[in-house]
């Protein structure tokens, strides 16, 4: 059974700081590009940002660069987002999301490219 469990949400103030991890099991990890989004209330799940199998590559929704820095670990299991600079839009329940792959394909941006999810964790930024 294939599970990824989202954790490191919480509530930071303007300008500050979180670490989301998303730990994975029941998968070849490896093999998997991962990506992060986010969905705030009454708004459609957004690409935040994505990073490849290969883990050589990465890329971000425009909103997010400069300030968010996904990485993963594969003997870990486990992807990270890298939040900082946060501001009062970036409030969201985050997501990750697994998308096995061949080491050719190309990074998506796309919700239904990607074949498991996490349960999501809520990330709140006061102003």
């Known amino acids: 059974q294939v599970q990824l469990v989202e954790s490191g949400g919480g509530l930071v103030q303007s300008g500050g700081s979180l670490r989301l991890s998303c730990l994975a099991s029941?998968?070849?990890?490896?093999?998997?590009?991962m990506g992060w989004f986010r969905q705030a209330p009454g708004k459609e799940r957004q690409f935040v940002g994505a990073?490849?199998?290969?883990?050589?590559?990465?890329y971000y929704e425009d909103s997010v660069k400069g300030r968010f820095t996904i990485s993963a670990d594969n003997d870990k299991k486990t992807a990270y987002l890298q939040m900082s600079g946060l501001k009062p839009e970036d409030t969201a329940v985050y997501y990750c999301?697994?998308?096995?792959?061949?080491?050719?394909?190309?990074?998506?941006?796309?919700?239904?490219?990607?074949?498991?999810w996490g349960q999501g964790t809520q990330v709140t930024v006061s102003s």
């Open positions: 029941g998968l070849t990890f490896s093999r998997c590009a």
């Open positions: 999301a697994a998308r096995p792959t061949i080491l050719t394909t190309p990074m998506s941006t796309k919700v239904s490219d990607y074949t498991y």
């Open positions: 990073i490849s199998r290969s883990r050589g590559s990465t």
